[in-house]
């Protein structure tokens, strides 16, 4: 029988799955481990001359994801409010060290979130369901190519670690017609860039983007992110800051095309050793 007569919908296509060949996506664990132990190492390192800034940050995103399956192209939104009450569990962290014109950043996302669409009639489901767990490690290396007293400049450059698990349930009513799971892990290259500046003598702003992927070997065909803050510092220590996430990619994986992106508020407080 020619395969494009074959029935999405019958029994043996109603499981697919697409699994990375060498990277595992269960380290959602290990790297809530990795920066607990990182943070508890940071006041030795601030004793050999660097300046840290640890920060732990709540995001509140709207995410939209579209990934090509055996039924069709499933496209769900999840809306900043309804993550709050769909979030099953998530952790966010960023560490920047600096040494002269020198700062290594480092920087966790881990999401659970859970999402459901009606989607239009016509279609051979009325619903759509989507898990989406999202573990994110970004490392960058960078310098101060312009600065001042109140302002610098960082170019650099960095890899982003990803492993993302993507859930789809598809319903008629309350019938589940099938399920299909897109597993995947990679690693991307990213070049970023800061630009950081203080207005008075509490005031702090920030913006920092990078771009990368480039579908060099196994990376995403395209990702980028945006993040623009505004911060309060209440005293030598602490901070608290304010603003706006965006982090997306693209990729194909064993020919299943995907794509993500969160993007919303944040806020977050600084600590400085």
């Given at each position: 029988?020619?395969?494009?007569?074959?029935?999405?919908?019958?029994?043996?296509?109603r499981r697919g799955?697409?699994?990375?060949s060498?990277?595992g996506v269960?380290y959602?664990?290990?790297?809530?481990?990795a920066?607990a132990?990182?943070?508890?190492?940071?006041?030795a390192?601030?004793?050999e001359?660097?300046?840290?800034?640890?920060t732990?940050y709540?995001w509140?995103?709207?995410?939209?994801?579209?990934?090509?399956?055996?039924?069709?192209?499933?496209?769900?939104?999840?809306?900043?409010?309804?993550?709050?009450?769909?979030?099953?569990?998530g952790?966010?962290?960023t560490?920047?060290?600096?040494?002269?014109p020198?700062?290594?950043t480092?920087?966790?996302?881990?999401l659970?979130?859970q999402?459901?669409?009606?989607?239009?009639?016509?279609?051979a489901?009325?619903?759509i369901?989507?898990?989406?767990?999202?573990?994110?490690?970004?490392i960058?290396?960078?310098y101060?190519?312009v600065?001042g007293?109140t302002?610098?400049i960082?170019?650099?450059?960095g890899?982003?670690?990803?492993?993302s698990?993507?859930?789809?349930v598809?319903?008629?009513q309350?019938?589940t017609l099938?399920?299909f799971e897109?597993?995947d892990?990679?690693v991307?290259p990213?070049?970023?860039?800061?630009?950081?500046?203080t207005f008075?003598?509490?005031?702090?702003?920030a913006?920092?983007?990078d771009y990368g992927?480039f579908g060099w070997?196994?990376?995403s065909?395209?990702?980028?992110?945006?993040?623009?803050?505004?911060?309060?510092r209440?005293?030598?220590?602490w901070?608290?800051?304010g603003?706006?996430r965006?982090?997306r990619?693209?990729?194909?994986?064993d020919?299943v095309?995907?794509?993500?992106?969160?993007?919303?508020p944040?806020?977050?407080?600084?600590?400085?050793?």
């Open positions: 029988m020619n395969s494009s007569n074959k029935n999405p919908l019958s029994p043996r296509h799955r697409i699994r990375p060498m990277l269960r959602g664990r290990e790297a809530v481990l920066v132990l990182a943070y508890t190492a940071l006041p390192a601030a004793q001359g660097w300046t840290i800034e640890a732990t709540l509140f995103p709207t995410t939209a994801s579209t990934v090509q399956t055996p039924f069709g192209p499933a496209e769900t939104e999840l809306s900043a409010k309804d993550a709050l009450e769909d979030l099953e569990f952790i966010m962290g560490v920047i060290s600096r040494r002269g020198w700062a290594l480092g920087d966790l996302i881990y659970d979130l999402s459901t669409d009606e989607v239009s009639a016509g279609l489901f009325t619903d369901e989507t898990d989406t767990t999202l573990t994110a490690i970004s960058y290396g960078s101060a190519v600065s007293p302002y610098a960082e170019v650099g450059a890899l982003r670690g990803i492993s698990t993507l859930d789809v598809f319903r008629l309350d019938t099938g399920t897109v597993e892990a990679w991307d990213v070049l970023a860039a800061r630009a950081t500046g008075g003598e509490r005031w702090t702003g913006l920092t983007v992927g070997g196994n990376a065909d395209e990702t980028w992110q945006v993040i623009a803050t505004m911060g309060y209440v005293n030598d220590r901070s608290i800051q603003g706006y965006q982090l990619f693209e990729r194909e994986n020919g095309d995907y794509e993500v992106d969160l993007s919303g944040i806020l977050g407080a600084t600590y400085r050793f």
